[in-house]
């Protein structure tokens, strides 16, 4: 499933949200502020880093 990141143009609260359907990302908000001004990121499942190094995955875990 695509993961996409959002950011929030009102308080700047980055935040991955994961979307099932393509036209289904508009009940999406800040979980910070439920801001509707987001800005879409471009998810990149494989994320090669031009410098060459190891792309360790940034997994933070998502609680509450
Ligand atoms: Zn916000």
Known sequence: MPIY???CLD???EFEKLI???SD???IECPE???S???EKVSSFA???PNGGSGAPN???SGG
């Open 11 to 13: 308080c700047g609260r």
């Open 25 to 27: 990302n508009s009940e």
């Open 5 to 7: 990141e959002y950011i």
């Open 20 to 22: 099932r359907k393509s």
């Open 59 to 61: 997994c933070a875990p």
């Open 37 to 39: 001004s987001l800005e």
């Open 33 to 35: 502020c439920h801001s």
């Open 47 to 49: 994320s090669v880093s």
